[in-house]
């Protein structure tokens, strides 16, 4: 079974421009979370999405969105990006929602200048 | 509200060394705990978890951790260090309540002495 991938790898804006990150879950997998991982603040939760819903959301500025579609695959846009937005970001997805374990992609490393 | 800290944001073993990295947990209810390795340039692993059954579990790669509710605690250990364990490990809790969020601690990396 593949696993949790992410698009693109690797991204380079600058300040002020918008940007979409794409995660594709496991097969099967109907929960999609997201986090930012950052050397000072470590993983922190973006938000969550099961059956196209928002289901729960972290303490980030509305700038940070997203969606999921039919079939699972999700989306985050971060828009009028700051420098302090540049991160690792990690999709992780599970079958269920609440403690499910939560399978991980590589990550989307975004630099922001 | 849940927590979760992580004692030691670096601990360097040995290579056949004892590893012990500490967490220690907040939660209100029965917690379900979780601990990952991240290596480099890569996403996270699950490496064991504890879901109210057995209070000691195994995971891969050797490593276990043994959940003690009275001291609100979750170590990792593995009786002897691999320099292939080098990595990132993460702490994260989570209750029961399929509404809540998996809240992670800010790791530990473990760096291997040969």
């Known amino acids: 079974k593949a696993g949790v991938t992410q698009t693109p790898r690797y991204l380079i804006k600058t300040r002020g421009q918008q940007v979409t990150l794409s995660c594709s879950p496991i097969s099967g997998h109907r929960s999609v979370s997201w986090y930012q991982q950052t050397p000072g603040q470590g993983l922190q939760f973006l938000f969550e999405y099961f059956s196209e819903t928002q289901r729960n959301k972290g303490n980030f500025p509305g700038r940070f969105s997203g969606r999921q579609f039919s079939n699972s695959r999700s989306e985050m846009n971060v828009s009028t990006l700051e420098l302090g937005d540049s991160a690792l970001y990690l999709c992780a997805s599970s079958l269920e929602r609440g403690p499910d374990t939560q399978y991980f992609g590589p990550g989307t490393r975004l630099t922001v200048l | 509200a849940q927590s979760v800290t992580q004692l030691g944001s670096h601990v360097s073993v040995s290579e056949g060394a004892l590893v012990l990295l500490r967490c220690n947990y907040s939660?209100?209810?029965?917690?379900?705990l979780f601990w990952y390795v991240q290596y480099p340039n890569q996403g996270l692993q699950l490496l064991l978890k504890?879901?109210?059954?057995?209070?000691l579990v195994k995971g891969i790669n050797g490593f276990e951790a043994e959940f003690k509710k009275s001291e609100t605690s979750f170590h990792l250990t593995k009786p002897s260090a691999h320099m292939s364990d080098a990595a990132e490990y993460f702490c994260a809790v989570s209750d029961m309540n399929r509404d809540d969020k998996i809240i992670f601690g800010k790791g530990t990396r473990l760096h291997i002495l040969p």
């Open positions: 939660s209100s209810v029965p917690p379900y």
């Open positions: 504890y879901t109210s059954a057995a209070t």
